[in-house]
């Protein structure tokens, strides 16, 4: 039988960095990964262009200081997110100039939350809805500029997710106004070579310890250590990392059966559902005409687009269309899929938008080993669910963004719950002093 010291089940970037982690100690680690790839909701191609194009998890924040100290230990640079231009803001197709008693009171909610976050949201708030919460405290046009904005930051329908829950995720970012702005916040700079390039990145220097098409499928604890299944034979290990979504992790099964209180996170935890596009220009067209890229639309299929272009480069148009819209698109065939979103985007930013040198998409929510994105989401009433997540099942450690306290939901989060994880792993090595060449 295949041993090793950990085995860490998942190759996203909670993984990853905990193997290389674990690694930097001496630690003998397996990367067991399900997909033919690595990075999990990191996934770069390549642009008709030649530029790196990211389907999942795109921008590093202000203050995403892991995530910065990799790009540049892997000699990547950081650029930031462009702001040339104005956004506009679409209703019935045509633009709007929202007024200040809108934008008034639209921000008195975002307000109202903000205090909810930093004060801690009690349990009552786990009972109600946002979608519910906003239809007491907003109206009109206030209330749908809202409501466009919020699953935009969440990937989920507003009746899917408590008030408490989305409160909880706004804290662990530091604050709305970080969660949601670009220079200074969360979406302020992009990876030159593309997050899914970073994580290729961390998993060639890990090297053969990375074994892909090799999903775990059945978890054996014991008292010296667990056995994986998988379809290639299993694996002996002192300790295991599982850092899957938790969704997704129930597909594992476990000898003996996990406890409740794990079962509770992993049946209470769903995953948001996201599809992304990117549409890739000769140049950022739209700057021409004094527009940054960024629509706002408070109807139709396209909520939302970006500029992610690279410095200098070709133009780069995201679009992200969470819940319930994205669900929409998934009925469509790929070319209507194609014809739609760029039919809407061209509505604002010119025809010009409708001929892409290279289009390139993904419905996360498809996706059978992440289940979707940004990140999971606790059912309504259950939001203890996710303060659980992190808690070890010994000798199994859990990482993953959801795991995460600080930038849950983020490539940092993941980060820096791989590398707790591997804490973790490290401090019960010692203490049972299995099969550790530990340098430190
Ligand atoms: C469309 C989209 C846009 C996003 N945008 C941003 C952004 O701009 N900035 C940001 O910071 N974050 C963003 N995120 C979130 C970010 O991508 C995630 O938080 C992060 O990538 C999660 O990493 P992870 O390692 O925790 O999990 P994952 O990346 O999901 O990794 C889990 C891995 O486990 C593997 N796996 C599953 N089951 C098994 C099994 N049984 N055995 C072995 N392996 C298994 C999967 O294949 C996967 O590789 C975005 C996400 C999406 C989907």
């Known amino acids: 039988m295949e041993q090793t010291t950990v085995a860490v089940i998942g190759a996203g970037f909670a993984g990853l960095a905990a193997a290389r982690a674990l690694r930097a100690h001496g630690i003998d680690v397996r990367v067991l990964e399900a997909a033919d790839r690595v990075g999990g909701r990191a996934q770069t191609e390549r642009s008709a262009a030649g530029t790196p194009v990211d389907l999942g998890g795109q921008w590093v924040g202000h203050q995403h200081a892991r995530m910065t100290t990799l790009a540049r230990e892997f000699g990547m640079t950081l650029f930031p997110t462009p702001e040339v231009g104005k956004a506009v803001v679409v209703d019935g197709g045509r633009r709007l100039r929202i007024g200040p008693l809108t934008a008034a009171a639209a921000g008195a909610a975002l307000l109202r939350l903000e205090l909810l976050a930093r004060k801690g949201a009690s349990s009552r708030w786990d009972e109600v809805t946002v979608a519910d919460w906003l239809a007491r405290v907003l109206r009109g046009r206030a209330r749908r500029l809202v409501e466009a904005v919020l699953p935009e930051a969440t990937a989920c329908d507003l009746d899917r997710i408590s008030v408490g829950a989305l409160a909880v995720g706004i804290r662990s970012a530091g604050g709305l106004r ?10 302020e700079s992009l990876l030159s070579g593309g997050a899914g390039g970073l994580a290729e990145k961390l998993a060639a220097e890990l090297g053969s310890a990375v074994h892909l098409g090799r ?10 250590g667990v056995t994986i299944a998988t379809p290639a034979g299993p694996v002996r290990a002192a300790r295991a990392i599982v850092a899957v979504p938790p969704p997704v992790a129930a597909e594992i099964r476990h000898h003996p059966p996990l406890p409740s209180e794990r079962m509770y996170v992993q049946d209470n935890l769903r ?3 996201i599809y992304k596009a990117i549409a890739v220009y000769d ?3 739209w700057r021409e005409r004094g527009l940054n890229g960024e629509i706002i639309a408070l109807d139709g299929p396209v909520p939302a687009s970006f500029d ?9 148009l995201c679009v992200l269309i969470p819940g319930g819209a994205a669900e929409a698109l998934d009925r469509l065939t790929g070319a209507e899929r194609r014809d739609t979103v760029l039919a809407a985007v061209a509505g604002q930013l010119g025809d010009a938008a409708l001929n892409p040198l290279s289009w390139h998409e993904k419905s996360w929510h498809l996706d059978p080993y992440v289940g979707g994105g940004y990140t999971a989401i606790p059912r309504p009433g259950a939001l203890d669910a996710l303060a659980d997540a992190a808690r ?9 963004t959801e795991t995460a306290s600080k930038w849950s939901g983020y490539l940092e989060g993941a980060v820096l719950s791989g590398e707790r994880a591997a804490d973790e792993v490290r401090a019960a090595l010692r203490s049972t002093c299995l099969g550790v060449h530990s340098k430190s």
């Open 215 to 224: 999903p775990a499928t059945a978890i054996t604890r014991s008292a010296d």
């Open 283 to 285: 140049r950022p067209f």
């Open 178 to 187: 970080v969660m949601l702005g670009t220079a200074g916040g969360a979406q």
């Open 392 to 400: 070890p099942t010994v000798p199994i450690h859990w990482a993953g």
């Open 308 to 316: 992610i272009s690279p410095p200098g480069g070709p133009g780069h």
């Open 271 to 273: 995953m948001g559902t």
